[in-house]
């Protein structure tokens, strides 16, 4: 089972930034896509920005030219650096490999982003 570690949230201004790190458990995940999600409060898991192994990278049209989604193979690891921060933001960030079967990879306990205005 994948073991994935969300960091790097916390309370910031409108208008500041933040950079989340997802820690995950294996190399496995260097083959696979990863995706950034997040929760607000009252609200379903939405799907934030992605990035393949080769690097193409895709934005919910509400973060698209303020989050950047980034990797590094070597260290199994996916971050967002998360700018221009909205009040909207705030929610708690999630990690996953959707590509990756239910029963080999889980959601960790995810890292909460809260902007204040």
């Known amino acids: 089972q994948v073991q994935l570690v969300e960091s790097g949230g916390g309370l910031v201004q409108a208008g500041g930034s933040l950079r989340l790190s997802c820690a995950a458990s294996?190399?496995?995940?260097?083959?696979?896509?990863m995706g950034w999600y997040r929760q607000a409060p009252g609200k379903q898991r939405e799907l934030v920005a992605t990035?393949?192994?080769?690097?193409?990278?895709t934005y919910a049209d509400s973060v698209k030219g303020r989050f950047t989604i980034s990797r590094d193979n070597t260290k199994n690891t996916v971050s967002l650096q998360m700018n221009s921060l909205k009040p909207e933001d705030t929610a708690v960030y999630y990690c996953?490999?959707?590509?990756?079967?239910?029963?080999?990879?889980?959601w960790g306990q995810g890292t909460q982003v809260t902007v204040s205005s």
């Open positions: 294996g190399s496995i995940v260097r083959g696979f896509v």
């Open positions: 996953n490999a959707p590509g990756l079967a239910t029963k080999y990879i889980s």
């Open positions: 990035i393949s192994s080769s690097g193409t990278t």
